[in-house]
């Protein structure tokens, strides 16, 4: 009768692959964080380079209009505005999902601010005449927003993004009582 052997060689070799299998897997969390940070950082910066590229466009637009530009010129850039606008607003959705909730409402509200200034007044009407203040006011909203934004990124470090997420989607997460801190 033949007894199998007691060795336990093969216990040694299980530790070692649950430890790669554990590295590989906490490795590849923190790449998708990385990414998901790094895309949001972008999204960041990009929607800042096309807020002063509307800013720019909407205050040139209100300085020379009803000047000697041609009416076709004239609805060109009104149509570029709104196009631009409608990027941002699409864009403003994917940076509040990563800021925290109070910070959503005074975003909104300078975006709101922004967007009339842009396009409010007598835009797109055919008796437009320049107005250089509302150009002024353009760039003084644009600059605004922009400065609320950043700040408010900053301030959702991210690390604190992940909790926001989570928090969002607790079942628990609004309390009955304020004054209970758990």
Known sequence: MVVPSRDPGWLFVLPALLGVLGGALSSAVLRLWQYRRDHWSETIVWFCERLETQADMAADYWCTRG?????????????????????????????????????????????????????????????GVSDPDRARQVQDDAAELEVLIRRYAAEARPERQLFWRIKRRLPFQKRVNPEHHW
Request: net charge positive.
């Open 67 to 127: 000047s000697t530009k041609k009416k076709s010129q004239e609805r060109t850039s009104e149509a570029r505005i709104l196009g631009m606008q409608a990027r941002l607003d699409g864009l403003i959705e994917i940076i509040l999902e990563g800021m925290r909730d109070d910070h959503h409402q005074p975003i909104r509200e300078a975006l709101s601010k922004f967007r009339d200034s842009v396009s409010g007044g007598t835009f797109q009407s055919a008796t």
